[in-house]
């Protein structure tokens, strides 16, 4: 059973415009979270976390929103640009981040210019 | 800081044979993470270190599959008598264990090609 599920495949954003990638998950001793961006043949590069302590992250024109009680968080990308076209993974993990991490199956985003 | 480093980057080799990955974390980082990502899913994990202490393994890791990390630095992934459903990008992870949070940092993989 996938504990993170990621479950839009793909979604295309104008250029300029707001990204919102969705991320739900089942295992409520989840308490950290992190996004990754993947481009092809690359491995994924860290983009953003936030610790079930908070609500909320931001870094530059990325934002982590976490719900608790719903089991579920969002990337929101802003203003969108066409080098932000790639696959987008969800993790999570138990214990502040020290146990491995669980990924969802990604979303890949293109942003059109 | 030079990141994480994985070799070789590609390896084709025809089933049965033996391969070796060799991943070399980020300095300092005393956590070491080995992955594997199939074509359409996120990484799944397959083992860690703490240091060259090998703290847990997945079930998805056969015993064909073996990892170590000697001395705390490097570690390598080898995979015996390999089968075509090995195919997959292997992936390296290191971290620095704190009081607070772990995040962990992905090197370029290592693709593998059983024929």
């Known amino acids: 059973d996938q504990q993170v599920k990621q479950n839009s495949p793909s979604l295309s954003v104008q250029e300029g415009r707001i990204s919102i990638l969705n991320c739900d998950y089942t295992?409520?001793?989840?308490?950290?979270f992190l996004w990754y961006k993947k481009y092809p043949a690359e491995g994924p590069t860290f983009l953003i976390s936030i610790s079930s302590i908070k609500d909320k992250n931001e870094d530059g024109r990325f934002t982590v929103f976490l719900n608790k009680s719903a089991k579920h968080l969002s990337l929101h990308i802003v203003p969108s640009q066409p080098g932000d076209s790639a696959v987008y993974f969800c993790a999570a993990s138990e214990n502040s981040g020290n146990t491995p991490l669980v990924f969802g199956k990604g979303t890949r985003l293109s942003v059109i210019a | 800081d030079t990141g994480v480093s994985q070799n070789p980057r590609h390896k084709i080799t025809k089933r049965g044979q033996n391969v070796t990955f060799r991943c070399d974390p980020i300095?300092?980082?005393?956590?070491l993470y080995w992955y594997r990502q199939t074509l359409g899913q996120g990484p799944e994990f397959l083992t860690y270190f703490q240091n060259e202490a090998q703290l847990e393994k997945s079930r998805l890791l056969s015993d064909r599959f073996s990892a170590e990390r000697p001395k705390g630095s490097f570690s390598t992934l080898e995979i015996q008598r390999t089968e075509q459903g090995d195919s997959a990008m292997y992936l390296c992870a290191s971290s620095f264990l704190n009081s607070f949070t772990d995040t962990q940092y992905f090197g370029p993989g290592t693709r593998l090609t059983v024929l």
């Open positions: 295992n409520s001793m989840f308490d950290y």
């Open positions: 300095s300092e980082h005393n956590r």
